[in-house]
């Protein structure tokens, strides 16, 4: 499908001149955004940075086999960068995540925090995910908000665990609003580089609500091996791995699973 040939409506055009730097393509409905993003980026004629929005998709992916549930008002977008050989892999998410929290603080959702690896979290509940993807030329960032969807319209699986960013902000937030909000979040971390990864490290870290809470790490890239681990979330080491402490020591992990096994207590100070 070729977004070029598709007759956009007012909003949508309007929309792409609001969005520099990045190019958008734009889809009524589309299977994943970050399948579209990849096909893109085998087309030599588009070069990164762009952004592909659906605001329909219909076969969302998250991490491992999990799927992102995509009802009206959920935003569905996936930002392309051009590559940075400076930047390791585990850390585009962290970067990510900072853009997600930043963009949804600005449209004044309160509480926002940062849940490793790749969830935006408000007193507890998921309001948004990522999905990062390296490929050849690029990263890919797929991002999914809960902006102005109800809550019961997603499965009942997740819809008590879940919030979105207009109940959070206490007014109705459009998914073109969040849109804007992200896109200059996102240009600010990876286009901009106005931060460094140290700082953005830092700030992380403070925003980690999973931090001194028992956790389980699953699927996890632990000490250079595979495996699942329990034990006390310490925060994010300067590379930006995970720490996790217990009584066989200290544990850095690169990747995994993060299922919080102690009581939720919203006592970090969410900072920034």
Not at 94 to 121: C, I, M
Not at 143 to 171: E, F, M, W, Y
Not at 252 to 272: A, D, F, K, Q, Y
Request: with cysteine.
């Amino acid at each position: 499908m070729d977004p070029h040939k598709i007759s956009e409506p007012t909003e949508i055009s309007l929309l792409r001149q609001g969005l520099d730097p990045f190019e958008l393509y734009w889809y009524p409905t589309l299977g994943s955004t970050n399948t579209e993003a990849a096909r893109l980026m085998k087309n030599e004629s588009t070069k990164p940075p762009f952004v592909v929005f659906t605001e329909r998709q219909t076969e969302g992916r998250g991490r491992g086999n999990n799927t992102w549930e995509s009802p009206p008002g959920v935003l569905t977008v996936t930002f392309v960068i051009p590559h940075n050989p400076l930047l390791l892999p585990h850390c585009v998410p962290l970067l990510a995540g900072l853009a997600v929290r930043d963009a949804l603080s600005n449209l004044g959702a309160t509480s926002v925090g940062l849940k490793w690896p790749n969830d935006v979290w408000a007193d507890g509940l998921k309001v948004a995910g990522l999905l990062c993807e390296r490929v050849e030329g690029g990263d890919m960032i797929g991002v999914g908000v809960n902006v102005c969807n109800q809550t019961l319209d997603l499965p009942s699986s997740i819809a008590s665990r879940s919030t979105t960013v207009s109940l959070l902000a206490g007014r109705e937030v459009s998914t073109f609003d969040a849109i804007h909000a992200l896109t200059k979040q996102v240009a600010t971390y990876f286009i901009d580089s106005r931060y460094t990864i140290e700082q953005a490290i830092e700030w992380y870290s403070d925003n980690l609500v999973i931090k001194g809470r028992k956790i389980r790490v699953s699927d996890c890239g632990l000490d250079n091996s595979l495996g699942s681990i329990e034990g006390y979330c310490q925060g994010i080491d300067d590379s930006g791995r995970l720490v996790v402490v217990n009584h066989q020591g200290r544990h850095v992990i690169i990747s995994g699973r993060v299922t919080v096994i102690s009581e939720w207590n919203m006592g970090t100070n969410l900072t920034r």
